[in-house]
C-alpha cells in the first residue's frame, strides 16, 4: 500500500488550492442544457459515462486513503514527444487501480488513465504502414504518493503501450476495444482474446488439444452450432456434447 507522506517532486496544493475536477472539466459543456427544476439530463451532456467513472475513481482514492483528483485542464500540458512513455489504460478507473498507483510511483506521470472514447482518437501510423496511433487529448495522469491529475494535452499525447477493459459484458468494452484495434504499439489484450479466455470450454481444449496439458474432465453440452469449436471429439479430458433442441433430450443428458 502507497503511502500519502512519500515525498513528492511537485509541491501538494493545500486543501483550499484543490480544485475538484467535476462534469464540466470531464465534459465542457456538460450543464449547459439544463432540464426544468434544474434536473441535468441524463444521457444528453455526457453520453460515455465518463462522469460516471469519474466518480467510480474518486470513490476508490478515498477508500485508499489518497487525495482526490485535481483540475489541471485548463492549462495544457505541453512538450510530450514519441519518444516519451505514455502507458494508457483504457476504461474502468478501478480494474486497473493497483498499476496505476504503483506505475505512478515508479515512473511519474507516465501512467494515464482514459475514461472515455472521446478523450482519445485515431491516427494513421507514420511507421506501421495499416495500422493506427492512438493520441490522447486528455486523461487522467498519476503521480508519486497516489496523487492523480486530469490534465488536457496539446498537441494530443501518443501511447507506447495500451491495455484496459477488454471483457464483453463490460459496458465499456466495445469503445475500448474499438480503441485498441490495430495499434502500432503493444497491446496487454483484445475484445476476441477476452472473449476466448472467459470461454471455460474454449480455455480447456486449447490447453489439452494444443498444448498436451492436462485439464479436470470436462462433459459440455452446447446449443446449437458454435463455428469456433471442433465438430468432432474436443481434446483428452474433455467431451462436448450438442444439443440441437433441449426439449425432449433429457435421457440424452442423463446418459451422457
Known amino acids: 500500500q502507497l503511502s500519502t507522506s512519500q ?6 496544493p493545500s486543501p483550499e488550492e484543490q480544485e475538484w475536477a467535476g462534469p464540466e472539466a470531464l465534459c465542457p459543456g456538460w450543464l449547459e442544457d439544463e432540464a426544468p427544476d434544474g434536473e441535468v439530463p441524463g ?3 455526457d453520453p460515455d459515462c465518463a462522469t460516471h467513472a469519474y466518480e467510480r475513481l474518486q470513490s476508490a482514492l478515498c477508500q485508499e486513503g489518497l487525495p ?17 512513455m505514455t502507458v494508457c489504460i483504457l476504461g474502468s478507473p478501478t480494474h486497473f487501480l493497483p498499476v496505476l498507483l504503483e506505475g505512478g510511483t515508479r515512473c511519474p506521470d507516465a501512467m494515464v488513465l482514459c475514461l472515455s472514447p472521446t478523450w482519445a482518437s485515431r491516427v494513421p501510423s507514420e511507421t506501421s504502414p495499416g495500422a493506427w496511433s492512438l493520441l490522447l487529448s486528455r486523461g487522467i495522469s498519476f503521480k508519486v504518493g497516489g496523487h492523480t491529475a486530469l490534465e488536457t494535452f496539446v498537441p494530443p499525447r501518443r501511447a507506447n503501450y495500451v491495455t484496459g477493459t477488454f471483457a464483453l459484458g463490460d459496458p465499456e468494452g466495445g469503445w475500448v476495444g474499438e480503441l485498441a484495434r490495430d495499434l502500432d504499439c503493444p497491446t496487454g489484450g483484445s475484445v476476441p482474446l477476452a472473449h476466448r479466455l472467459e470461454d471455460t470450454l474454449v480455455a480447456r481444449w486449447v490447453l489439452a488439444a494444443h498444448a498436451n496439458l492436462p485439464v479436470p474432465p470436462t462433459l459440455a453440452f452446447v446449443l446449437g452450432a458454435r463455428g469456433d469449436l471442433p465438430a468432432e471429439a474436443m481434446a483428452p479430458g474433455v467431451r462436448l456434447v450438442r444439443l440441437e433442441d433441449p426439449q425432449g433430450q433429457q435421457s440424452l443428458v442423463q446418459e451422457e
Open 43 to 45: 444521457d444528453n451532456g
Open 7 to 12: 515525498p513528492s517532486p511537485e509541491r501538494v
Open 68 to 84: 482526490p483528483t485535481l483540475d489541471c485542464s485548463a492549462e495544457p500540458r505541453t512538450g510530450f514527444g514519441p519518444l516519451d
